[in-house]
């Protein structure tokens, strides 16, 4: 069978699989039951399956886990530059968080702390409300700052050598790229949120060419998804293999959606500043804006919200179930809602309290912020799976490019080939408890 032939025999049984409505963790059948031939050239599947429909979501694990350098990554999407180059390995479709749900057996790999429970949210052990105790790092840092106490601590103390995280754009804050923090003074720099979307994950690369190790990964619950199925791929080549040995702490940060760079765009028209003046963002059921002149300014989230990304719709997981702790700043202000999920984040978050550089609430204190967290989490979890998703074209047929508001109103238990496309909710006034989607640090 010639290649083309044999690329398409692995997309039509991926098909058959999705149709049929096998089971979605069968779905990698399609590839894997090829690797033991010799492999396919994986990439043309991924191009048709999820960049040319528009369903990519960005996190950047095809680009870092390829072997040969195929990827390029350019306007939050993988460019297969070097097209020829493929190997025929299939690790990049093995990743790929849209293409197909987490195995089943991700729960033991990364090593959950016992008894895990879970409410909602993603299995986890326990949570509370934490807030960094050093001054400095609260008021540099996102609400309670707790993730920048995270890596700092882990640098001084030597668990972490390097850190996967961001930094911001000089000219236009609200817009950054990845950082690979080797230094307190590189993790100071990449602090704060920022709502537009950053390929964190795009440091791996020069983490493994550099062989820094132990290493952390902070990112977005797609990047979460990526990473974790890079570090427990079934196709045991020496990438997967380097990150399953070398990253020793994922930090997840709670996610509803990014926005795009229009948005800032728009705000920096709106308060008649340059973009290189918006400081800071924090988003608590209204648009909180921080300019360099020391004003602060608030904006409709509504009106914001317009702006979201459409390529958030393909990503299901609000609350970084697979990260060894989660982080986001909701329920108490200027405190991080933490999630402590597995050993390795029981672990690092305990050295925080030990050593004093974290102080604890109850989720008692603020029991609305948990309760909230639930919600945005379900109505994550509620969607079809991605494949069985409408385009990116598809959707702007229809009008309707939200990820926050397309599925509004989908009934858990229906049937994903019966899904319905919404129109935009028609405008109401409607209380919203204070929110913000991300922790950064």
Not at 15 to 31: F, I, M, S, T
Not at 140 to 161: F, P
């Amino acid at each position: 069978m010639d290649l083309d032939n044999l690329t398409k025999e692995v997309q039509g049984r991926y098909h058959r699989l999705v149709d049929q409505g096998a089971d979605p963790n069968e779905w990698a059948y399609a590839w894997r039951s090829e690797y033991n031939r010799g492999g396919f050239k994986a990439v043309d599947l991924l191009m048709e399956e999820v960049v040319a429909p528009g369903k990519c979501i960005g996190c950047a694990a095809c680009v870092t886990i390829c072997p040969v350098d195929v990827f390029d990554y350019k306007d939050e999407i993988p460019l297969d530059t070097r097209h020829n180059a493929c190997v025929f390995c299939e690790l990049c479709v093995d990743v790929c968080p849209v293409l197909r749900p987490t195995d089943r057996d991700m729960k033991d790999q990364i090593q959950l702390k016992e008894p895990v429970k879970d409410e909602g949210f993603g299995p986890y052990n326990y949570g509370v409300y934490a807030r960094a105790t050093d001054k400095a790092t609260v008021d540099q840092g996102q609400d309670g700052g707790v993730c920048t106490a995270l890596l700092l601590h882990g640098m001084k103390n030597g668990t972490i050598k390097a850190a996967v995280a961001g930094e911001e754009h000089a000219d236009n804050p609200q817009m950054g790229s990845s950082m690979l923090q080797t230094s307190p003074e590189e993790v100071i720099k990449g602090a704060r949120s920022r709502y537009t979307y950053q390929p964190n994950t795009l440091a791996l690369v020069e983490a493994m060419k550099k062989d820094l190790s132990p290493l952390a990964v902070v990112g977005v619950p797609c990047q979460v998804n990526g990473v974790r199925q890079q570090q427990f791929s079934s196709i045991r080549l020496d990438v997967a293999e380097w990150y399953q040995d070398n990253i020793s702490l994922v930090v997840g940060l709670l996610c509803s959606e990014a926005f795009t760079e229009e948005g800032i765009d728009w705000l920096a028209q709106d308060l008649d500043v340059p973009k290189k003046d918006i400081m800071n963002i924090n988003i608590k059921g209204r648009v909180e804006i921080k300019l360099r002149d020391g004003r602060e300014e608030v904006k409709s989230l509504k009106a914001f919200g317009k702006y979201a990304r459409p390529a958030c719709l393909y990503c299901m997981d609000y609350s970084a179930d697979n990260a060894d702790i989660a982080l986001g700043g909701i329920g108490m202000d200027k405190w991080t809602f933490t999630i402590i999920r597995t050993e390795a984040g029981h672990k690092a978050f305990q050295a925080l309290v030990k050593d004093g550089w974290v102080e604890t609430k109850e989720f008692e204190e603020a029991p609305l912020g948990k309760d909230l967290v639930i919600r945005l989490s379900e109505y994550k979890r509620n969607r079809p799976l991605p494949a069985l998703m409408p385009s990116l074209g598809e959707r702007a047929e229809i009008g309707n490019l939200d990820p926050k508001n397309y599925y509004r109103g989908w009934e858990d238990g229906a049937s994903a080939k019966n899904w319905r496309p919404l129109p935009p909710p028609p405008r109401k006034k409607k209380k919203i408890l204070q929110t913000n989607d991300g922790e950064g640090k």
